[in-house]
């Protein structure tokens, strides 16, 4: 454990596991870290020392490192064979770690380029136990689309949806392949199930979460929310339309639930746009929106619902947009937030230094030193760290339901409707007011 030399927590609220063996990533810096769904497992990956580490959790907090593949041993058929290339620099390639399954399946993202010629893409899914490929079956022998990259999904349940555009009668079609965990065996994964969209064009974007969801964007602006797996239609919210996102095309999407599933967000980039827009989800009514002029690309989104001090969280590289979702316009912007936060929780400025970091849940995940830290906050810790470091005084104010909107209107009738306006209202030759939607 660690002495009185290195960084500390509060020790009611977290847990410290340091690898005094098989050190992670042969001691070189971690540079991302990713967690499954149901947070009982976490990967970790190096550029330095190209290589990717599995975290298994123990209990609430502590973790405790498990497992490492190099990507020369995952990728071992294409390094053998570019042997020379590699040596001599003439094959440069870019492998990033994507997600991690609650079963221990890591998405890599492989990026490889000879000189005076286009990359190649591909994404490939793997077994981190016992470090073999996971061969998709189902996807041999289409043909897909060369501008459009494959999109990855997994769920609570370890079923895989990937988002991949097919050609077909000159025509590109936004498709969704559907690997179901039960069909997983001895490595090799069979879809069955396939999901036609639309024709890329007229659907500017489509993406399922990892609760099930599938949103379907069009070009006119109407997002369509789907179940995934019924194919069931739920809702749909319209965004505001702008020709830029038509124009130019979407470079990042993310779509986010709150954790009561009470709000939704969505922010689209495209060009040097971000476009955010929330909605109430009960009935889709928009609840703010926001578009400005943006450089920095956003990585991804976090919502913190804690009542009066709900925030959308977003992530750029080098730093952190806090904005109030009933209000975007509300926007702070914050450098090394976490550090920041930690320190303010437990009074020690100790965590400078940290080499990554990220939120969810209400839980921070902190790489230093070759550790894990992990810290959950409360509510007023939360609050207080707004209202008296950041200065955000805001407070949400919460909709008034059905039946409030419905008892504050029938009290104005009531105070002012008259007798006559009375006899008016229920005179046989008079038609019957119209029932509006947002009442009843």
Not at 288 to 315: M, P, Q, T, V
Request: proline letters at 2%; glycine letters at 2%; aromatic letters at 14%.
């Amino acid at each position: 454990m660690s002495n009185e030399n290195q960084p500390s927590l509060s020790s009611n609220s977290n847990h410290v596991v340091e690898i005094t063996k098989n050190e992670p990533h042969n001691g070189k810096k971690i540079s991302k870290i990713v967690l499954s769904l149901n947070m009982r497992y976490a990967a970790t990956w190096s550029k330095k020392d190209q290589s990717i580490c599995g975290w298994q959790i123990i209990d609430d907090f502590a973790f405790e490192f498990e497992y490492s593949a190099g990507i020369q041993e995952l990728y071992e058929e294409f390094y053998s064979k570019h042997s020379k290339a590699l040596s001599n620099k003439e094959l440069i390639v870019h492998p990033q770690l994507e997600a991690i399954s609650n079963n221990k399946l890591v998405v890599i993202n492989f990026v490889s380029k000879f000189k005076k010629e286009t990359e190649e893409v591909s994404k490939n899914i793997f077994d981190l136990v016992k470090k073999k490929e996971i061969k998709l079956e189902s996807l041999e022998n289409l043909i897909f689309s060369d501008f459009h990259l494959p999109f990855y999904v997994i769920n609570n349940k370890d079923d895989l949806a990937i988002h991949m555009p097919i050609k077909s009668f000159n025509k590109i079609h936004a498709t969704i392949f559907i690997f179901y965990s039960k069909d997983l065996h001895d490595h090799y994964w069979q879809s069955k199930k396939t999901i036609n969209c639309g024709t890329m064009g007229e659907i500017r974007a489509y993406h399922s979460t990892d609760n099930g969801k599938l949103f379907i964007l069009d070009a006119c602006g109407l997002l369509t929310q789907w179940d995934l797996y019924t194919l069931r239609f739920e809702k749909q919210y319209q965004l505001e339309w702008d020709k830029i996102w038509i124009t130019y095309g979407l470079e990042e999407k993310f779509y986010i639930f709150n954790n009561n599933f009470t709000l939704f967000a969505i922010c689209l980039q495209a060009f040097d746009y971000l476009f955010i827009n929330v909605y109430l989800t009960e009935n889709a009514i928009p609840l703010s929106c926001k578009y400005e002029r943006h450089n920095n690309r956003l990585s991804h989104l976090e919502f913190i619902s804690f009542d009066e001090g709900e925030r959308l969280l977003l992530f750029f590289e080098d730093m952190i947009e806090i904005r109030d979702p009933y209000c975007l316009d509300h926007c702070i912007k914050v450098s090394n937030l976490c550090e920041k936060f930690l320190a303010e929780i437990n009074g020690k400025e100790n965590m400078q230094n940290a080499d990554l970091y990220i939120i969810r849940n209400e839980n921070m995940y902190i790489i230093l030193e070759g550790r894990i830290f992990v810290q959950k906050f409360s509510k007023k810790q939360w609050i207080d760290f707004l209202r008296n470091k950041l200065h955000d005084y805001n407070e949400i104010k919460f909709l008034p339901s059905k039946l409030q909107i419905k008892k504050f209107l029938q009290g104005i009738l009531d105070e002012n409707i008259n007798k006559s306006d009375n006899e008016f209202i229920n005179r046989k030759d008079v038609e019957k007011p119209y029932k509006g939607l947002l009442i009843e």
